[in-house]
């Protein structure tokens, strides 16, 4: 096979697997987190249904992660376990069951539950997707891939906005409010997603009906060889990939960067609302989806670069700074144009940090170990979604603004910066790697 034909048969089998796998799990991340977000645009009305107080309603939105951290690792291994497609199936089947029933509840002990169920049900399925990545694409590929999947966080509040927003102002019937039907609403699509996935989906390239026997074949060659080339990476059993005192101190970094993260997505309609008494729930949905727009454009090229250099340490670190810079920037301005910029820019370097970031255990772990490490970090990370929340739950009834939260939450981004940014990571021996370098102050050697 001369050079031309291996050139073609490379682009036509990525071009294959891009277009069969990322927009598909792309549509699943949409609706995990429209299932996990609308919740903020319930609040709208249902913090009076409810008689929910701003702590109250910050607990409800952050007992979700307790559910996810303590079952996140357990998921994860059942994944490895019985296959993506069989238990990914299972996860999109019982959090679209708990999310339509949180629909019906009529007091907060009820709605807790149900929040700490779906943290239960949903735990797993954004590491079991990152890693489900790494069995298709190289590593070259992987922070570009991964922000095309992770796109779907800024999306789904893009379509989440005016969606959720319309269906509260004009769906009803049955004696149920708008907020009711929201939530069942958007939470039918994930049972149907899990009937579907299982015929869907393929666990490994060398089960790929869908290509051809050379496509197969040059597909599990390549991402064979591309796993060969990172002889300095360690491999661990479980509860030493857990303990890893890289994998905790990432851990850590993730925890922080989420209390800001989703602080902010939780509480943005009511921030929003703060801003501009008179909007209507659609005029909200529709200023909201300002930011994601800008954060979904901002996160795909910002992760294209970090392929194009192969950098992966400052592409994560740097975008926090920006973050924490625009977030405190915004908590001392009272201006809503000038505030919903602000916050465009925050959440553009909150969403950027996420790809290369989740590209950082394959430094120093093999794929086998960085499947229960990027559970390990996602799942103690993820805890940050319980304080973030109800910090702003906190601040807003102390100060009487949402807005006097961002503050404290922008120094928690800029404390991750510093922390990402003086991490270090072992130099690969494979120079011509595109993650083959990773300690501070050095540079890729050569572009991807």
Do not use: C
């Amino acid at each position: 096979m001369t050079l031309t034909d291996i050139g073609r048969l490379e682009k036509t089998t990525t071009r294959k697997v891009f277009w069969r796998i990322v927009p598909y799990t792309f549509i699943l991340y949409v609706i995990s987190y429209l299932d996990r977000a609308n919740l903020g645009y319930a609040a709208l009305q249902m913090n009076k249904d409810l008689a929910l107080s701003a702590e109250a309603f910050g607990f409800a939105g952050g007992i979700f992660f307790i559910g996810y951290f303590l079952f996140e690792v357990p998921s994860n291994v059942a994944l490895q376990k019985y296959g993506s497609r069989i238990w990914i199936s299972r996860i999109l089947l019982t959090w679209g069951a708990v999310a339509v029933l949180t629909g019906f509840v009529q007091e907060a002990w009820q709605l807790y539950t149900l929040r700490f169920l779906l943290g239960v049900a949903e735990a797993g399925f954004f590491p079991g997707i990152i890693i489900y990545l790494t069995y298709w694409f190289r590593a070259k590929e992987q922070a570009t891939t991964v922000a095309f999947f992770t796109a779907a966080i800024p999306v789904s509040y893009l379509m989440g906005a005016p969606l959720s927003t319309w269906i509260m102002d004009n769906v009803s019937g049955f004696g149920l409010a708008g907020w009711r039907w929201m939530l069942i609403l958007e939470g039918l699509p994930a049972v149907a997603a899990g009937v579907f996935n299982y015929f869907y989906m393929t666990d490994r390239p060398e089960k790929a009906k869908w290509l051809t026997d050379e496509e197969r074949g040059w597909l599990v060659k390549e991402l064979e060889a591309d796993h060969a080339k990172r002889s300095h990476v360690q491999h661990l059993g479980l509860w030493q990939a857990i303990s890893n005192p890289k994998v905790l101190f990432l851990s850590a970094i993730y925890f922080i960067y989420q209390v800001g993260n989703l602080g902010i997505g939780l509480w943005m309609p009511q921030i929003i609302q703060g801003l501009g008494q008179d909007l209507t729930h659609f005029q909200i949905g529709l200023v909201a989806m300002v930011p994601y727009a800008i954060a979904t454009v901002a996160m795909v090229l910002w992760s294209k670069n970090s392929d194009r250099t192969g950098e992966r340490q400052k592409h994560s670190a740097v975008p926090l700074l920006i973050g924490g810079a625009a977030l405190a920037a915004t908590g001392l301005t009272h201006d809503p144009f000038v505030a919903i910029g602000l916050i465009s820019i925050a959440l553009a370097g909150i969403y950027a940090f996420k790809s290369p970031f989740w590209s950082l255990p394959g430094l120093f772990l093999t794929r086998a170990t960085a499947a229960v490490s990027i559970a390990a970090i996602n799942s103690i990370g993820n805890l940050g979604g319980f304080v973030g929340p109800y910090a702003m739950g906190y601040a807003k009834t102390t100060t009487g603004s949402a807005l006097g939260g961002l503050i404290f939450l922008a120094i928690l981004l800029v404390v991750a910066f510093f922390m990402t940014w003086f991490m270090r990571f072992p130099t690969s021996d494979a120079d011509d790697s595109p993650t083959g370098q990773f300690k501070v102050g050095q540079s890729s050697s050569r572009s991807a």
